[in-house]
């Protein structure tokens, strides 16, 4: 008899049952005594002997039945949520369309990726380095904020006299820099660019260097009043687990100030998280992942952004809406990859480069701002550098002061759009407030988010914003430039 009958004939059930096993098939074990079971049932009473009978019937009918209740998988109900496979059909559909758009670039524009022309984009003139020079002279800025706190220290500036002094370092920091880049000819926009976002990180840093020394002072001088002694640390070093563990004042020294310079933070502390040792091959795979994402970068720019860019120019002078919105759909795709790589470049490899040359041990730099279902949850997430120096030093101290959440939420993107248009106008020499608005426009969609959208809309949401929102600034910015210097030559 074959296997299929043998499973299904219940007169050959209890005879096959040690071959089934030894198949593997999917029957149920029958119990070896199964007949003497059946003989000593017979001897009970009649009642027992039917029930038994009956449930020796119900299991015989549901070895041999093949169906039952269940959802199909892609029903909610089901609670199925392994998408393994589909999320792999997703990459491989991309990488497809993606190969065939870039066969089609390759075809249209030949080969554009020339790593040799990036130089020109920082270098005007070879014998001038406007860009390098300002990046040296920055370190003067770091030392007056050093001077003036061992000033405070000694009590030999008062604590309005170096908070001046502090102000003026900090305003001059933002205004030196932004003079320099719009006065001489030879700063190009993108070693503006540079300059200018090594003067703001500069500026977070120092603004966050007072704050800290400030609440030491205050810290010791409020416990000199209850102790009746200095400092509750009486040497400014002390060894804790065989850590060296630093305390006001002694951590006002070059060495501690450039550490922080360098430390991928903008939030001061007197004594970093430190890991025990630089791991070698996680520094070599973080350095090649850079050197490798930038020269993406640029061949993507290259080949793909500014093909895009430049056949985008003519739709928006003639303000052609429909092709208007056709380019830009079509410059949001290269746009949010080199946003993407970007992000794994800088925040990722970059700083986990830098915080393991420097032993420095905290490297939560970002958090799953992928997940975000509000843009809130995004801000949150997706810049903790910023995020954290935000919160501990502007967020809090308004709230503080008795400001509501929402004045002072206000107020930190209002900061925040400054610096972006910051970093932006002054490099390119032209106002147009694109990213000041961008910023600011997050409030209202944030609220918009949080109050009609949830869950996985909730994300497509935040996603749309995202690959819509950027291009859409870019196109802006290099239409008005274009406009600008191009079209002035033009005419
Ligand atoms: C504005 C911003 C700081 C708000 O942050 P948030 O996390 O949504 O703020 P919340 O109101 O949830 O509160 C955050 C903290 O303040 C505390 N807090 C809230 N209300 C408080 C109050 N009345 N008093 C004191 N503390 C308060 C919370 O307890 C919380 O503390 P925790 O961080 O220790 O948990 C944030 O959206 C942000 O960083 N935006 C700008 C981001 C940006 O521009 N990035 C640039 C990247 S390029």
Request: charged share 15%.
């Amino acid at each position: 008899m074959s296997a299929h009958l043998r499973r299904h004939h219940p007169a050959s059930v209890s005879g096959s049952r040690t071959a089934e096993q030894g198949r593997g098939g999917s029957l149920e074990p029958i119990p070896a005594n199964i007949g003497r079971e059946a003989g000593r049932h017979d001897r009970r009473s009649p009642e027992t002997a039917k029930s038994d009978k009956k449930k020796r019937g119900d299991d015989t009918s549901d070895r041999l039945s093949c169906h039952k209740i269940q959802e199909s998988l892609l029903s909610s109900a089901s609670g199925y949520n392994n998408y393994r496979g589909i999320l792999n059909w997703c990459v491989v559909m991309l990488v497809l369309s993606n190969a065939r758009l870039f066969l089609e670039n390759l075809l249209r524009y030949g080969v554009l990726v020339d790593p040799i022309q990036v130089i020109s984009l920082f270098l005007n003139d070879p014998y001038s380095w406007p860009a390098a020079c300002l990046v040296i002279v920055s370190n003067v800025f770091v030392l007056v904020a050093l001077y003036t706190e061992r000033q405070l220290s000694k009590s030999s500036f008062s604590e309005l006299v170096g908070y001046l002094v502090h102000c003026i370092n900090m305003a001059t920091i933002l205004t030196f820099p932004a003079a320099v880049v719009l006065l001489v000819p030879s700063v190009t926009p993108a070693g503006g660019a540079f300059v200018l976002g090594v003067y703001t990180i500069l500026f977070l840093k120092l603004y966050s260097y007072k704050d800290v020394n400030m609440w030491c002072r205050e810290l010791s001088t409020a416990k000199a009043k209850k102790l009746a002694r200095s400092l509750s640390c009486p040497t400014s070093q002390q060894f804790n687990g065989g850590n060296r563990t630093v305390c006001y004042p002694g951590n006002l020294t070059i060495r501690d100030m450039f550490y922080f310079v360098f430390a991928p933070t903008l939030c001061y502390e007197l004594n970093f998280p430190r890991s025990p040792k630089i791991r070698m091959s996680f520094l070599l795979r973080r350095l090649f992942e850079m050197l490798f994402f930038i020269q993406l970068l640029v061949g993507l720019t290259q080949q793909w952004m500014i093909p895009v860019i430049q056949s985008s120019m003519k739709p928006l002078e003639d303000m052609d809406l429909s092709r208007m919105f056709e380019r830009l759909l079509r410059l949001a795709v290269p746009n949010h990859l080199l946003w993407l790589v970007f992000f794994y470049c800088f925040f990722h490899s970059s700083m986990n480069f830098t915080a393991e040359l420097l032993r420095f041990g905290d490297r939560q730099f970002y958090k799953d701002w992928w997940n975000s279902e509000t843009v809130t949850y995004f801000w949150q997430n997706w810049n903790i550098p910023v995020h954290k120096w935000c919160l501990r030093h502007f967020y809090k101290p308004l709230l503080r002061r008795g400001f509501s959440k929402i004045v002072s939420q206000s107020a930190v993107f209002f900061l925040s759009a400054f610096f972006h248009e910051y970093l932006v106008s002054v490099p390119l020499r032209m106002f147009r407030l694109w990213a000041f608005m961008g910023m600011m426009v997050q409030l209202p969609l944030a609220w918009f988010v949080g109050r009609f959208l949830r869950g996985n809309y909730g994300n497509a949401a935040v996603w749309i914003s995202l690959i819509i929102g950027q291009p859409f600034a870019v196109l802006m910015y290099v239409h008005d430039y274009y406009v600008l210097h191009y079209r002035q030559e033009a005419d």
